[in-house]
């Protein structure tokens, strides 16, 4: 399909753009510590602009290092030693035709105190954030004239680095936000209290960033349009705000929305559909005539060019596909749209910097790590030699394609009549339909890379044998952990997998599912529609390893259900219409009604075929599941790593 719209050319301001994509800002953590703009964090962008992305706006660029850190591994603009290699950033982004904007930022009250080094956080008003919970000091007159000062610098900065622009973080409830919203801004001064006075503190930036950088210097303003909370911005009160930027002449609206204490709607899981935002953007863009740039949890193209031809935005801000594929515009472009890498809404990128690491990104292994993984860095010296992958899971379909990309020939076994492993029980739940896609865009990559797949066989040492390989790569899966506890093995108790896979079927009974994972509680879910459901976990919380946002909105649809979930309990004994437990503190028993009981509890290395294939090859290598059990994500950094220098 052509995209027409999406790929006609632009015009921010007097800047013009080859195409209507935008990578919005994203934190993800690659910049230096100290705040310069890193080798990975330049070759991180370089590649989406290498991808064919029209704009890249950077992640969060602070303007203080004292009040004004957002995030550990941040880039700053707070003095020209850092125009050196901001220079070689933007270099980089334009010798691919791309155009880069510096987004300016300053955390205000949606910073903890332990990272910055223990200092209070500075708001308009005292008024904490319902997140982060510390009571921010409220900044002076003379301290608010500071900061106004200290983003024009930033600009400078910017311009001098060779940006094609800037955008000022004016969402999400950072700073520049509170000074605007009548929820966070209670001042008396001339900062605060009525419309005109709230706008003040921008106001002054654009105003100065005008005087120091031109005219022709693009200013893109970035804003919540609707705050999600009460007594925060909704809007009626944004499109009064971006009437007032326009007329203030900044050159384009960047439509986000939400801020920390509604943080589920700007950084969405995949519980939601593309069209959530749609409404907010629409009515910014019909009250204004600059461009508006506007996130609408876009992941194929199709849905950018409707976005276009619907007349919701201007330029379409495609944020975590990039992440997940920085091929994804030129795949757009080019016809390769079954071979687009999207976004599945994990939030694993978010999870991880949010603790304070760089971000990882499930189904891309290589994000933020472009340096060691990226194509010039991949030794093509298979020389034609064959290499064994048995097993088409996520991480055996990795491993082959990698292998592929260094020329090896592959051959991939396959015991099931179809690709996909577990990933075929993973996209059962409800909104898991991009686990499928996931499946269908590694098998794309298997065809087009040349693999020989080999369904329906499980390989033996003779079959490998057979092909003379170089080496094997092992990636069966394990199986499911049965847990010694009497009872386990009577008829009326089935694993987790016999569910999704419709192996098996119930209605109107009393389950009790073991175990509080990922797995359980989808299971659960599945169940929950025609059943009596309860989930027993064993340690204090339920669905561990999910982003905090993912696991309450799993929860709460769960308990809207009817699931009733106990924690801290420790199964002892499966019985005949009940089952018991054990209290992991103080052992006391409980028994849980229960006609039928679902195992949950995770999968184990299948270490005999391992052992098996070990005793008659030199080089075998194990990845995912047969290696060590975890999630989607870590699967496929092994098999990806590990198939590099194979």
């Not at 949606?110 to 919970?133: T, W, Y």
Request: with cysteine; proline share 3%; aromatic share 6%.
């Amino acid at each position: 399909m052509q995209y027409l719209k999406l790929f006609s050319r632009g015009k921010i301001g007097s800047l013009e753009l080859k195409n209507r994509i935008v990578m919005p800002p994203i934190g993800v953590g690659f910049a230096a510590a100290n705040g310069e703009a890193s080798d990975e964090c330049i070759r991180y962008y370089e590649e989406r602009a290498k991808g064919g992305c029209g704009l890249i706006i950077t992640e969060i660029t602070r303007i203080d290092d004292e009040t004004g850190i957002g995030q550990l591994w941040q880039l700053s603009a707070t003095h020209a030693r850092y125009v050196q290699r901001l220079i070689k950033l933007a270099d980089a982004v334009h010798r691919h035709d791309s155009k880069i904007f510096l987004q300016l930022h300053h955390a205000g009250r949606e910073i903890a105190s332990r990272f910055m080094d223990g200092r209070q956080q500075v708001a308009p008003s005292p008024i904490p954030c319902g997140v982060i919970k510390e009571m921010p000091r409220e900044l002076t007159t003379d301290e608010c004239e500071e900061l106004v000062k200290k983003f024009i610098e930033g600009a400078v900065i910017a311009k001098r680095s060779g940006m094609d622009g800037i955008e000022l973080h004016a969402a999400h409830g950072y700073l520049i936000n509170q000074f605007m919203s009548s929820y966070s801004n209670k001042r008396a001064d001339k900062y605060g209290g009525d419309f005109e006075n709230r706008m003040r503190f921008i106001a002054e930036i654009i105003t100065g960033v005008r005087r120091t950088c031109g005219h022709h210097f693009p200013i893109c303003v970035r804003i919540s349009a609707d705050e999600f909370i009460e007594g925060g911005l909704k809007i009626g009160d944004s499109v009064k705000i971006a009437k007032y930027l326009e007329n203030k002449g900044v050159d384009a609206i960047d439509v986000s929305c939400g801020t920390y204490e509604s943080g589920y709607t700007n950084i969405e899981s995949y519980f939601y559909s593309e069209s959530f935002k749609k409404p907010l953007a629409k009515a910014v863009r019909q009250s204004v005539k600059i461009p508006v740039i506007a996130v609408s949890l876009v992941k194929h193209p199709v849905d950018g060019e409707r976005l276009l031809e619907e007349g919701v935005t201007d330029f379409v801000a495609v944020g975590r596909g990039h992440l997940a594929d920085p091929q994804w515009a030129n795949k757009s472009q080019y016809g390769k749209e079954d071979l687009i890498r999207k976004c599945i809404g994990c939030m694993s990128c978010i999870k991880t910097t949010m603790g304070g690491r760089p971000a990882i990104c499930t189904v891309n292994p290589c994000l933020g790590r472009e340096t060691i993984y990226g194509g010039d860095k991949l030794v093509r010296n298979g020389d034609g030699r064959t290499a064994a992958v048995i097993g088409g899971g996520p991480a055996g379909m990795q491993a082959a394609y990698t292998l592929s990309k260094r020329n090896f020939k592959v051959v991939l076994f396959e015991k099931e009549a179809r690709l996909g492993g577990t990933l075929n029980l993973a996209d059962k739940p409800p909104h898991k339909e991009l686990i499928t896609e996931l499946i269908e865009t590694q098998k794309n990559e298997l065809k087009t890379a040349g693999v020989e797949v080999r369904l329906n066989t499980k390989a033996t040492v003779d079959d490998v044998k057979a092909l003379n390989p170089y080496g094997v790569i092992i990636a069966a899966g394990g199986s499911p952990i049965v847990p010694n506890i009497p009872g386990v093995n009577k008829d009326w108790v089935c694993k987790a997998e016999d569910v999704l896979a419709d192996r098996v079927s119930f209605n109107g009974r009393k389950i009790l599912v073991i175990g509080g994972g990922v797995t359980g509680l989808e299971t659960a879910e599945i169940l929950s529609a025609d059943n009596e459901v309860t989930i027993a976990e064993m340690t204090n919380y339920v669905g561990s390893v999910l982003y905090p946002i993912v696991r309450i909105e799993l929860v709460k649809r769960l308990k809207d259900s009817g699931v009733k979930i106990i924690t801290g309990q420790a199964v002892s004994e499966i019985g005949e219409g009940a089952v018991m437990l054990r209290d992991s503190k103080s052992g006391l028993s409980l028994e849980v009604k229960a006609d039928q009981v679902v195992l949950a509890v995770g999968v184990r290395p299948n270490s005999e075929l391992t052992e098996e294939f070990r005793s008659f090859f030199d080089k075998v290598i194990t990845v995912g599941d047969s290696s060590v059990s975890g999630q989607i994500a870590d699967a496929m950094k092994e098999a990806n790593d590990k198939a590099f220098v194979f």
